[in-house]
């Protein structure tokens, strides 16, 4: 509660990632996730509720994904070959470069699960360095601010003036085309209520 705007009716806006990782790595493996939330999309596949969903997306991303989710879940079968792959061009290489920079994972203490969540973290940091340089051109021209980026998400203080030309541009730059982002706003860091319908 204690971060608010350093404008005079200024609000926080906050723009969210729908399944950022998930939708991140689809990319690499050639799966087109439908039009929607990406977690809701998986909840239906599992047979469970959203927040569940979510949980095991993230556990099989991250973890291990049994074989039933793999025959199963066509997204899951790619992402296990595509980690096999991965763990195959490491062992040869003693390294992976990240798809952006050329950044070099490298190390001895590696099992392939391990080098995937790597090749994750960075994939999104990376992808995140060339958004916020497009965020930070877009701002050039208004008077609001961001201030804080943390993973999947980007925190602005917005000056009242700036409106809603400036909303509807920062979501069309952080979206790319292909990531869909939720949007909150409040007068706090942590009383922000849902504004994506308003898009």
Known sequence: ????????????????????????????????????????????????????????????LYGYIPDEIAENIK???????????????????????????????KGNDFNANKLFNYYIQLLETESNVLVIKDVRKLMGKYKSKLVLYSYDSF??????DDGLPLLTEIKEVLERGKYPVKAAWGNNYDELADITEKF
């Open 1 to 60: 509660k204690h971060f608010i705007s350093r404008f005079r009716n200024g609000v926080l806006v906050e723009f969210d990632y729908d399944g950022y990782h998930l939708r991140l790595i689809a990319d690499k493996v050639g799966y087109e996730f439908p039009k929607g939330s990406v977690h809701e999309y998986m909840a239906k596949l599992y047979g469970v509720d959203y927040d569940e969903a979510k949980g095991l997306s993230f556990q099989y």
């Open 155 to 160: 925190l602005f203080d917005m000056h009242i």
């Open 75 to 105: 997204y899951f079968d790619k992402v296990r070959k595509y980690t096999d792959q991965l763990w195959k061009d490491f062992k040869s290489k003693d390294f992976i470069e990240s798809d952006i920079y050329k950044r070099q994972i």
